[in-house]
């Protein structure tokens, strides 16, 4: 796998890092990585997964958007009010960066869903 012209002008100041380099940004392009949670902790560990260049992303959260939730969670926007946390975060992916490819599920992550969940994904975070 390559990185596009446009993808490597987006990733720039990745690349020249030594500790990252082209063939890290090609990996991270590469990497699924699987996020339960879209609330509190699992937001903002969205948008730097996004903002580093994750290639898939699969989101699974049960909740629903709440006012109380905007101070804290800021992907989401009044807009999102009553809807599920998955689409709504799967939606702010999109608009930040159209080349990542995001799969919404809402509901809790158990019995059948855990068993249907993608067996291929890269562990990067775990709530503690």
Same mark, same amino acid.
């Given at each position: 796998m390559t990185l596009t012209p446009d993808r490597l002008d987006r990733f720039a100041r990745h690349i020249v890092l030594p500790e990252l380099g082209g063939a890290g940004q090609v990996a991270l392009s590469a990497a699924h990585v699987v996020l339960v949670?879209? @609330? =509190?902790? =699992?937001?903002?560990a969205l948008q730097y997964l996004a903002g580093a =260049?994750? @290639?898939?992303?699969?989101l699974i959260d049960d909740d629903a958007v709440?006012?109380?939730n905007l101070q804290r969670q800021t992907i989401f926007a009044e807009a999102d009010l009553g809807r599920p946390k998955a689409e709504a975060a799967a939606d702010w992916v999109r608009r930040f960066?159209?080349?990542?490819?995001?799969r919404a599920v809402v509901g809790r992550l158990g019995g059948a869903k855990r068993?249907?969940?993608? /067996? $291929? /994904?890269?562990?990067?975070? /775990? $709530?503690?």
């Open positions: 949670g879209c @609330g =509190g902790i =699992g937001s903002p =260049g994750v @290639g898939r992303l699969t709440d006012l109380s960066d159209g080349a990542i490819e995001v068993r249907a969940a993608p /067996r $291929r /994904r890269d562990p990067c975070a /775990r $709530r503690l």
